[in-house]
């Protein structure tokens, strides 16, 4: 079965990591946290420490269907130098896998140049890295094969979006009914 992973690289935004994971378990979704930092202990930004499911280096991409990343600072700078990460993002882009990413994350993409012509959203501050993107303002937007957020207070939209893609409407919709997010 081929799974979502969620990448932890220190300094990651908690509330949009938790919620991404949380949404799309409540979907049935086969979701892993992915550690960036050799160790499976994760430290966020707001010091929250989380238990990674599998280190980056122990992944089999091959059975990941997309690649998801939370925000947060210095989160996003951090996944951004990864080049091991870089390199599989590039990959699944080639492939037409998605690819998501929320808050100030998206700028992964943008500096890879890959979100050319797709509509995209980030952080408030960040949008001059979302190269060649079109900007628009959303919780999040479903582009192509990319899928981009706000920020922590559009987590939960977000991981909706990342259901619909996965699921339809109708399973957002009833997980969005569930959690009483109307």
């Known amino acids: 079965m081929k799974k979502v992973c969620v990448h932890l690289a220190s300094g990651f935004e908690e509330v949009e990591a938790i919620s991404i994971v949380d949404v799309l378990r409540r979907a049935d979704i086969l979701v892993e946290t992915i550690s960036m930092t050799g160790n499976l202990s994760v430290k966020g930004a707001h010091n929250i420490t989380l238990l990674a499911d599998r280190l980056f280096e122990d992944t089999d991409y091959d059975q990941v269907e997309m690649i998801v990343l939370p925000g947060g600072m210095p989160g996003s700078l951090n996944l951004d130098k990864h080049e091991g990460l870089k390199a599989q993002i590039i990959k699944f882009h080639q492939q037409s896998k998605p690819l998501a990413a929320i808050c100030a994350a998206p700028i992964v993409y943008g500096h890879l ?7 995209a959203v980030c952080y ?24 981009t957020g706000k920020g922590p207070g559009t987590a939960l939209l977000f ?10 409407k109708d399973a957002a919709v009833q997980i969005k009914r569930g959690m009483c997010l109307e």
Do not use: W, Y
């Open 159 to 168: 991981a909706l979006a990342i259901v619909e893609h996965f699921k339809g």
């Open 113 to 119: 140049g890959i979100l050319k012509n797709q509509q």
């Open 124 to 147: 408030p501050g960040f949008e001059a890295h979302l190269t060649g993107a079109k900007l628009v303002d959303a919780p999040a937007v479903h582009s192509g094969n990319f899928i």
